[in-house]
């Protein structure tokens, strides 16, 4: 590259101090407006830079990539996810993409047991008895809920995050069993006393609670399909703080609907915020605005990855978080 500051485009408002740090290091365009960059603005940034900063909202197509320059040589991503890039198509026209992977891990299983305890333990219900003013008291059957220590949970992918699941939940009280592609090493597996399922009907018809920890792919579209979902128990619940697709959100509808599960805790949705209005209706439902990963520190550790990947770059080296399209 050249000794020239890199030109770098950011598509969306970012932490004051993940700002300032850039415009130290970079000729850095920002965003004053907190909203997803439209697609016209977002062809004519590509057209302009050489370092484009989208975020999982951007999508960054084959259609969108054909319209780059010869500037634009490396999108860095600030997220972990990469599902809006075609990493595959960016590599073809010579443009290198990286992410921001291991930042959420915390944070995300965090989110994961509050969702867990939200549903079980009635939480949202009790909290708008009190915000609309109708509690009388309290009375020995009121917000029944169940306690978690002792259940079995059935973490669904169990790769960083899933262990950090297992981790928290074990101090819990509960059993900690899942489903991976691969088992775990033992050296990882024992300490947290996770028992692995190769079967993942199996498991799920055995559990008390479902965590979905995996990413969305092609093999894992609506993982808990209909089928599967009918497989859970119907004192069961799920949670799913990682992509919306891996479960079948109109079948979980109906079962939720239907009594055949007993409650559902959910960060993320098959259609982003297009989601089954009759969702909303449930009590025993908890929805958040894909927040598993919304704390200052989560995001300002997202920046530096993104400032590290570009500054590497900018030196004459590889990206140290470079995403590959045989890893998308």
């Not at 020239?4 to 408002?13: A, D, K, N």
């Not at 634009?72 to 992410?99: E, H, M, P, W």
């Not at 009190?130 to 949970?153: K, S, V, Y």
Request: proline share 6%; aromatic share 4%.
């Amino acid at each position: 590259m050249p000794s020239r500051r890199l030109s770098v485009i950011v598509t969306r408002r970012l932490p004051e101090p993940v700002e300032t740090r850039m415009k130290e290091l970079f000729d850095v365009e920002l965003r004053d407006d907190d909203t997803p960059m439209p697609r016209d603005m977002l062809a004519e940034a590509i057209r302009r830079a050489d370092v484009l900063v989208p975020t999982v909202v951007d999508k960054i197509d084959a259609a969108l990539l054909a319209q780059a320059g010869d500037r634009l040589k490396l999108v860095a991503q600030f997220g972990a996810g990469t599902d809006n890039l075609d990493v595959a198509t960016a590599r073809q026209r010579g443009i290198l993409v990286s992410n921001t992977p291991g930042v959420v891990t915390d944070d995300t299983a965090d989110m994961t047991i509050a969702l867990i305890l939200a549903v079980t333990r009635r939480i949202p219900e009790g909290l708008a008895a009190m915000q609309a003013g109708e509690w009388p008291g309290w009375a020995p059957t009121a917000f029944l809920g169940g306690r978690i220590a002792g259940r079995r949970l059935g973490i669904l992918g169990m790769g960083r995050i899933g262990q950090a699941v297992a981790r928290r939940a074990r101090a819990f009280g509960m059993q900690i069993h899942y489903h991976n592609r691969r088992r775990l090493r033992p050296e990882i597996e024992e300490p947290l006393e996770a028992t692995y399922w190769d079967s993942l009907d199996q498991m799920v018809s055995r559990m008390d609670v479902i965590s979905v920890n995996c990413p969305h792919t092609p093999s894992t579209f609506h993982l808990m399909n209909a089928r599967r979902l009918k497989l859970m128990k119907p004192s069961a619940v799920i949670v799913n703080t990682s992509r919306g697709e891996v479960i079948d959100e109109n079948a979980l509808t109906r079962g939720l609907r239907a009594g055949e599960i007993a409650g559902a805790g959910l960060d993320v949705y098959e259609h982003g915020r297009d989601i089954n209005p009759r969702l909303r209706e449930l009590s025993n439902v908890v929805l958040l605005p894909h927040m598993g990963s919304a704390t200052l520190e989560g995001r300002i550790e997202m920046g530096e990855k993104v400032i590290l990947n570009i500054k590497t770059f900018a030196d004459g080296h590889r990206p140290p978080d470079l995403v590959l399209p045989s890893a998308v």
